[in-house]
């Protein structure tokens, strides 16, 4: 019977690394049809992610890297933890437009991060780098440490782009504070 988990969680491992690698690469060296980092720099400098290269290289590195451990089986708590931070990211871009991938909302982001931190948490099973190396990078503090460095840089990142959404607002609107209308209210 418990071969059947480990072959669920091998097949979890192997999905959402698998999505997480081509996302990855796609960013830092074009493959897959991406555009690359410098096209991805300049995306994220669009979608308020700044500086753009730095968000794009943290981008990339988080999805390959996270992808890649995952779907080894290595690290598994830092990879789920590294892949979920990412996809936070990318989650607070898509949140205004709801939930559906079909209208540019969050589910494909929500879900992915969703597995990667549920891997992160469960461990990566029997079938992994993890297991034939004695869990030595699958301990309950390696957990502990990377789901809190995780969070508090995707809390940086988040907010970051927050302020500078914020700071084009207020420019775009003349330093109104956004409301457009500079004229004082008696």
């Not at 720099?41 to 753009?52: D, T």
């Not at 995952?70 to 933890?81: I, S, W």
């Not at 709801?98 to 969050?106: T, V």
């Not at 004695?134 to 309950?140: A, E, F, M, Y």
């Amino acid at each position: 019977m418990s071969h059947r988990k480990d072959l669920g969680l091998l097949a979890l491992r192997l999905a959402v690394g698998g999505v997480l690698f081509a996302h990855g690469t796609q960013k830092l060296f074009g493959w897959f049809g991406g555009p690359g980092i410098e096209g991805t720099a300049q995306g994220m400098e669009q979608m308020g992610f700044r500086p753009g290269r730095p968000s794009a290289l943290a981008a990339g590195l988080g999805e390959t890297g996270g992808g890649t451990l995952l779907a080894l089986g290595l690290a598994t708590p830092a990879a789920g933890a590294a892949a979920a931070g990412t996809m936070a990211s990318a989650v607070s871009f898509h949140l205004p437009n709801g939930f559906f991938a079909a209208n540019g909302g969050f589910e494909s982001a929500g879900l992915v991060g969703a597995v990667a931190a549920g891997l992160g948490i469960a461990g990566p099973g029997r079938y992994s780098l993890d297991h034939a190396t004695c869990h030595v990078l699958d301990r309950p503090w390696v957990a502990a440490a990377a789901f809190a460095a995780s969070a508090a840089a995707a809390s940086v990142v988040i907010g970051r782009r927050q302020a500078a959404l914020a700071a084009g607002d207020d420019a775009r609107d003349g330093g109104s504070g956004g409301s457009g209308d500079d004229t004082a209210e008696s």
